[in-house]
């Protein structure tokens, strides 16, 4: 499915006047859904996709823009992967006090980006993403305890 | 000489901290193994977290080298700790020629009382292996005025007596440290844990501690895989990390 279709789809969900409509062919998989079951305007349609696979890269750009509350909602239904800690020790969200988080909800990361710290008996240890895709949830506060296997983060891939 | 470590050498004229170069070398490319940042004028060294590592300008060696222990697992990477830190005092008591030197749990160099040499890894963890390992090492050579602030500091021309050579130190700390990263390539693991607990600062001994803000006298009873310090207490072990337990010097 191209940009022109998948822009069509929109379209047509948005005056069906349905709330939700949900379509899954081979490897891909398309959701949209209007707010509130209300008839959305075309310009406010890509607040309301989420998309996985194949068309990713197109469709990420606005929903990362996206309030927190509404991205996090793929969280309920499984499409999200969870990143585990591999190591017992202290989980830090930057590099340093006075340095920013290395990532955020809505951020995009790349495998291969650095999404934490975990400290352990003075070792310090950069985290990388084995997954392409999206922030979800950060589910540990920084400079905490984690144990082997704790969820760290949720991540809605790409 | 060593066979790779320092072989390749990027001298900086001044850095605020090596080990930050180096972790930007590798985000942009995969320098050779062993691959060293060096400088003689570090501005902002940087110790635990917050903590920072002062150098006065061409008096030591302050230097971060870049091995890959892709052999080590995840679980494994306190061996990579005991192997630098024993890398460190080999070299120590080599260039000194003295017996006391000690690792302080859980990988600062200590001569006697004093604190010779600090280290501070960076790893790159991808999946369950160590993609990457950026060794910062601060060893004090020929420094022998230290601000107040820094508790028991020496360096080894108060130890010798005389002024060292920092080339000359450098190369054979290269050669140290490479010996035991070999080490620990060939699965020495017993090897290298046993010469870690023989250099064990405090091993055995009744110490005071502060655990989990409350004073304490315990025996040190070694260091666990996790790189957890046992502790014995009223008849009682306990493995504390770095964050439960202060040594009292």
Redesign the interface.
Known sequence: MNLKEIQELIKFVSKAGVSEVEIQQKDFKIVIKTTNGEHGAVTAAPQVISVAQPVAQVAAAPVASQPEAATEKPADNGKTITIKSPMIGTFYRSSGPDKPSYVNVGDEIKQGSVICIIEAMKLFNEIEAEVSGRIVKVLIDDSSPVEYDQPLFLVEPY | MALFTGTNLVELDSSESTNNYA?NLLRKKQPFEGTIVRTFCQTLGRG???KQWESEDFSNLTFSLIYYPVFLS??K??Q??KAIALGVADFVKSTAKIEDVKIKW??DIYVGNKKIAG??????????K??SAVIGIGLNVNQTTFRQEIPNPVSLKMIAGKELDLENCFQKLCVSLEARYMQLKAGKENVINEHYHKALYGLNEEREFIIDNKNMIAEIIGVDD???LKLEANGIVTAY???HVVFKI
């Not at chain 2, 280290?119 to 369950?128: A, M, Q, R, Y």
């Open positions: 972790l635990q977290r917050q995840v679980s990477q306190f990579l700790s859980p990988n280290i501070l890894i960076e790893n790159t963890v991808s999946g369950n160590i993609s996790l790189g957890r990390d770095i964050h």
